[in-house]
């Protein structure tokens, strides 16, 4: 059963059927034995690393499941420190804040409320994927016996830490005398039910340890999460869910929007017309701002996807960019190995040098905004110059042989263009940028027989013509 619900970068699965109770017990038991482990591997022995911090989101199974995987926790000998209803983003300030071994959130992120899980992480937030633990987590889970094992006794204690997160999340934010000199920003967060429901209040608004952050006009939608549903599916990537955030900003003349996942580590952006910008874009208009905060030769890493201009922008003002593999692992690796001061993916996730190299939806807000007020410009303008080529978006085609439409598509696209540039980083990057214009990455589903195409073209005629060639080669397209 244990199999079912340990993902490559994560625990998640329905309840209560596979996920329940016992089975939380069991892998809240297996992350202290691997995080203890972890810290004592690493040769350190202060008092801290025998705590580990566990929060939760909203969801109705989220109280039950985080007793139980807390208790799992204690009875291994473990220590927790309990910081309740969180954002994800939350633990990784605890873990590096606290300098605890690790962390765990209960969550399900962006999946229908019937949906749970857990994200782990290590020392100093740094994640847990199948290949950086989850496979020893898993097999100590699997070998525990709750009814035969003795108790160790570990302790679990509540902590309130929202102050000390308030402080942190708002360094990113300018509140210098200018910011309440260039006057107020109307800003429409719609919250999905989740997480940015408690979040946004306790950080920017009048329930802030701090107090409201003064220049912020916050216009809430669907912040209620005290029931553990929701209106619209918590995910900001698919574009009907955008429609209420997108509504609201044009009715009342905002000047920018942000939708929130379930728990509230990812944010898309709305410009004051309403329209959305790619996480890509966003990325390409953020990366400036920290090369040229943190000096010519600052690295920032970007997802594979992303379109060229991203990379073109970084290099215009003197930073070095990188491509990594899509997912949070990857790009935070990345992060810590370069040394990169920022990073974006196209799935919302934003990463900083300055945030323990982990990604935060708040603080990605905080970046946005204070970019908007000291530009002087509209959304719309920052993020108009990254609109420059012509892009598929992500399409999902359906098909059994995943690697010989692969193989297929490489042999085609050397009589497309023989000059063509291919690597398989991630799935097959095809690269005929210089020369023909065009570029396309395809990457195969973990799960599904899916192959996923992402295509960029200098303009649309190139586009439609090498869409036109490649999807007859990679299946049947679906809508997903």
């Known amino acids: 059963m244990l199999g079912k619900v340990f993902k490559a970068y994560d625990v998640r699965g329905t309840y209560p059927d596979p996920l329940d109770e016992k089975m939380a017990w069991q892998i809240g038991y297996g992350v202290s034995k691997f995080l203890l482990a972890d810290a004592a591997h690493a040769g350190d022995t202060s008092p801290m690393m025998h705590n580990i911090v566990v929060g939760r989101d909203m969801r109705k199974s989220s109280p039950s499941l985080c ?6 926790i204690c009875d291994q000998g473990g220590n927790v420190i309990d910081v309740g209803l969180v954002d994800t983003s939350f633990i990784y300030f605890a ?8 962390g765990v959130m209960c969550t399900a992120s962006h999946n229908p409320p019937q949906y749970n899980g857990f994200k782990v992480s290590k020392r100093k937030a740094k994640p847990v994927g199948e290949a950086t633990g989850l496979a020893e987590v898993r097999k100590h889970a699997a070998m525990v016996d709750k009814q035969t094992m003795t108790p160790l006794g570990g302790r679990s204690e509540p902590r309130n830490l929202w102050e000390a997160y308030a402080k942190h999340v708002r360094q990113f934010l300018d509140l210098s005398p200018d910011w ?3 006057g107020k920003l109307k800003v429409v967060i719609d919250a999905s039910n989740g997480m940015a429901g408690t979040m946004i209040p306790m950080v920017f608004g009048k329930k802030s340890p ?3 952050v003064a220049g912020l006009e916050i216009v809430e939608i669907n912040f209620d999460n005290s029931k553990g549903e929701f209106v619209h599916e918590p995910n900001p990537l698919v574009a009907s869910n955008l429609k209420q955030v997108q509504q609201k ?19 898309v952006v709305i410009d004051e017309t309403g329209a959305a910008i790619g996480c890509d874009h966003l990325t390409g208009v953020l990366a400036p701002y920290f090369v040229k905060r943190h000096g010519k030769g600052s690295g920032v890493v970007y997802d594979l996807r992303s379109t060229k201009a991203v990379h073109e922008e970084i290099t215009r003002v003197g930073g070095v960019g990188y491509r990594s593999r899509v997912g949070h692992v990857f790009m935070k690796a990345m992060m810590a190995e370069k040394k990169c001061v920022f990073g974006g993916e196209l799935s919302g996730h934003f990463y900083f040098k300055d945030n323990f190299n982990a990604d935060s939806g708040a603080i990605a807000m ?9 530009s002087g410009k509209t959304m719309s303008q920052l993020a108009a110059p990254m609109k420059r080529y012509a892009q598929s978006g992500e399409i999902n085609f359906q098909i059994e042989d995943k690697d010989g439409a692969l193989a297929t598509l490489r042999r085609q696209a050397q009589t497309w263009a023989p000059s063509a540039e291919m690597d398989e980083l991630d799935g097959v990057t095809i690269d005929a940028f210089e020369k023909s214009g065009w570029w396309c990455n395809v990457r195969k589903s973990n799960t599904e027989p899916l192959l996923r195409l992402n295509l960029e073209a ?3 005629k190139t586009l439609d013509a090498l869409l036109g060639k490649i999807s007859p080669l990679l299946g049947v397209k679906v809508d997903h």
């Open 67 to 72: 007793k139980a995987l807390i208790q799992g």
């Open 95 to 102: 873990v590096n804040h606290l300098d605890c071994a690790g």
């Open 180 to 182: 309440e000199k260039r």
């Open 210 to 212: 701090l107090g409201p």
């Open 249 to 267: 900003v044009v009715e009342i003349g905002a000047d920018i929007g942000f939708c929130y996942d379930g728990d509230a580590d990812r944010c």
């Open 366 to 374: 905080c970046v946005v905004l204070t970019m908007l007020k000291s």
């Open 458 to 460: 200098k303009d649309k």
